[in-house]
């Protein structure tokens, strides 16, 4: 195999005990492992040291990207692997905006970083530096908006750099503390965001501008077209475009599986305020895309506020919202109020939180204090009602002080906030990270509870569940647990690549074997799959080395009082399909 | 009446910002990347304001042919320049020339990229941002 792209295996080590940097080349790694989550998690085993403390200096974040980077439409993403700080093993998470373009512009296939800086800083990558700049000035700002306004004026070449930086909750190591990049992209799950916080990065900038060698280039340009083009026309993408993934709000809750008040409930008698449709017609400004992507599935709601103490005085913001966010920040608070949602959401934003643990957590706390577990000296006098989101602005204000020992608690998640106060049962989090929004059926909480990051989109349950459902078919549990396992380790693949899972149509196993060869990788169809396995497989090795025991999951016991699409949960089917699953990955 | 072509932002409104014009532009030499890219796409100061699209507007009496020490840019039938490589020198004179920033610089080779008004982008903006448009020569 004669990969083409020499600069793809550069692997730059960034160590701030020392303030020291360096590149290695590490071309068979990237042949074996293809590059983003594989070539990742190979790199975090290697430099991670067992039981490091996730917000030590020893954790290790790495940003990996992968051949298709720049190459291909929809491969848009970066990976980020770390130990996590809220579940305290493998953390993983992907964002798009301008980030992968330019990792890859810059000539690096993967980005390490070790050690804690002293004094806040500021990384600015380029292709043959690394520049440390101070960021004093910059921490403990209100705002992620204007972290990046700052940094976008001040460094980097326009047009060809991502900017990622944290907010005041990344800095207070708030376990779910997200990353955000380009504004309105996010790393958001599993608390990057605080491991950059303990590091005292208050921001990365990197910017390049090169090209890259392939192998065929006729063979390429045509290839090129047949996927653009495939990507433009298809249904899914014009869903995406159209109304982005808020689209799925009314379909999910027509079939019961949208989660509302802390799962109390799997349907939303409020949805059609907060569904994609009535938030286009009634918001949508903006739509944008990430670099490389011509779907453009981020949607922007233009939200004109007046001051309430001067006439004709009125801002007007900007604000994302997806479907994971309207869930959480919606329907899981019982908001029906689409300016009120809005501006939650905007609250998340600019603190730079994790949209979906931050709206679970306020979930758990709505119900801990109706069921007296806490009360208002534990609240400070916040009496947490569902729909009430201007409360709920302000628990998150509470959150980001941390002015007592509840809300110190509370920044570490809903697990460890229900081990102290109680309610366990109805702490929905999974391996210690909060739930996303799908309550259809078995599948989905399975992906939940074995899926490496413990997210919706390793399995694809909520779509098995979805699809069951439409046909009426019933599949033994050994079949679910095969075809949930084959999900997830053919998205290992994807997620090397790095392309976007909204194109996992697009590139089938046929595709993707195609792009890779024009840039010299000789795979077949089998060969990908069995690196999905090995790449899976790693990941669950590093899990398990760092505490996470299959064997004793915590399965919150809401999920099966609350009837999903697929009725109530058959407990003992669920636990069969765990088993099986277990079973086949046989580590 | 002799016509030609030019690159017509047609509406930046619509423009999400996805660059695929911009690695359609480097991709003319089935090349992966941007340096051959005469066409760039930078937010209007965040990308809460949406985009700017930088392109060659073909202007009939182009300010970066009037710089050029060495008549490597000639102006072209129907506004812009075309250059000859062999006569620059890689001053980058035209680069400060031209007050919209068309002027796009190759570190590779040193030269200026210049707009050709070919239209390949114009196939990969799927929103409907560009478009080639008919210009009379007078």
Known sequence: MTITDNLLFRVLYIDLNKFKYWVESKPELFEEYIGGTGVAIRLLTEECPKNADPLGPENVIVFAIGPLTVVYPLASKTVALFKSPLTGNLGESHAGGRSAMAIRMAGYGAIVIKGASEVPIILDIRRDKVEFHDASALWGMHSTYTVGRIVREKFGIPGFRTIMRIGRAGEKLIRYASVVTETYRHFGRLGLGAVLGSKKIKAIIITGKRNINIANPKEYRELYAEIYNAAVKSPVMKKYHDLGTPANVIPLNEIKALPTRNLTSSYFEGAETISGEYLAEHFLGRRVACAHCPVGCIHLAALREPYEDEPYFYKTKMISYDYELIYSLGSMLGISNSQGLLKLIDEIETEGLDAMSTGVVLAWATEAYHKGLISENETMGLKLTWGDYKTYIKAIKYLIRQPNEFYKTLALGSEAAAKKYGGLDFALSFGGNEMPGYHTGPAAHIGHLLGSRHSHLDMGGYSLDQKLLKTGEQLPPEEIAKRLLSEEEWRQILSSLVVCFFARGIYTPEITAKTLKTLGYNLTEEDLKEIGRKIHREKYKFKIREGFDPHKLRIPERIFETPTSHGKIDKKMFLEIVEHILKLINI | ?138
């Open chain 2, 1 to 138: 009446m002799k016509k030609s072509k030019r690159l017509a932002v047609i509406d930046v409104d619509k423009c999400v910002g996805c660059l695929s014009c911009v690695f359609a532009c480097t991709r003319r030499y089935s090349i992966p990347g941007l340096t051959k890219s005469a066409i760039e796409i930078k937010s209007a100061g965040g990308i809460e304001r949406g985009f700017v699209v930088v392109v060659c507007r073909a202007c009939p009496d182009p300010p970066c042919a009037k710089v050029c020490p060495t008549n490597a840019l000639v102006k072209r039938q129907g506004g812009g320049v075309i250059l000859n490589q062999n006569k620059c020198i890689g001053c980058g004179l035209c680069v400060d020339a031209c007050p919209i920033g068309a002027v796009f610089w190759d570190d590779e080779l040193n030269k200026p990229v210049i707009c050709i008004h070919c239209g390949y982008c114009v196939d990969f903006c799927p929103h409907g941002v560009l478009a080639l448009e008919e210009v009379e020569i007078t």
